[in-house]
């Protein structure tokens, strides 16, 4: 096994909410270093099962060696589908830790972080499919990269931006993280200040090259399709836009939280929340590991 990825955030707490039976069936849609999955199986019995979903190669050697163990390289988009494949119509708990990985933003030819200038802005989770953020900087319109910055960064100066890119690709089309940090130089001033706007735009693009609001929602719908009754959902955020996602679907079973009524006036939905309030690292946690300082977790039971 390679070494771990990240400490797992919250993992007492998430593996906790799963509500895990000895013969379960269980699903961790974003394997990565495999510390979850770990956590899982210690608490499954002999005849309990955990599937693992993860469509990142690197993924590959953190595979457990456990004959109740299935590794799935997917995305997660494709979690139904899947789980249909190997013959199980229900499980009893998913879990889903949305964030980027450590290894990820330490591995300089990812291209998931602005400290290294001379990595490519490749950005993919799956380096075999899709576009890269060097492809979306040389190709999209200058509205269309306007929209990214501002939707998935939340970047006030996303219209500056993206003109000021759309004129530099001209003459050096961008290849290196280092000739997107030149073209930010004026809009990201110094200190932390420059620090939080590099991370919201690099966010931006990865959220854009890697389509996660859009799989973050089919996988949010696929899970409420294939969990028991009573089975739990468990869902650890990183950002205000995914976060938002996750709590309207789990109030009100979509994603713009508007609840329905039956024909008595009674509210209908699908979920439960075991956790009314966000759940958040302890102060303890985000010392030893500060990767889980922005972390939020939510817990739902499909009723």
Known sequence: MTEIYHTPALIHESVDG???RADGICVDVTFGGGGHSREILYRLGKNGRLYAFDQDEDAIGNIQQDSRFTFIRSNFRFLKNFIKYHGVDEVDAILADLGVSSHHFDTEERGFSFRFENSDLDMRMNRKSGKTAAQILNTYTEEQLADVFYLYGELKQSRRMASAIVKTRKDRPYKKAGDLLKTLDPFAGKGEREKKILAQVFQSL?????EEMETLKEMLEQALD?????GRLVVITYHSLE??????FFKSGNFEGKIEKDFFGNFETPFKLINNKVIVPSSEEK??????RSAKLRIAEKI
């Open 18 to 20: 799963m509500n895990i």
């Open 287 to 292: 010392e030893r590991n500060p990767r889980s």
């Open 243 to 248: 976060d938002r996602l996750v709590k309207n």
């Open 206 to 210: 990865r959220i854009e090259v890697n």
């Open 226 to 230: 294939i969990l028991k009754p009573g």
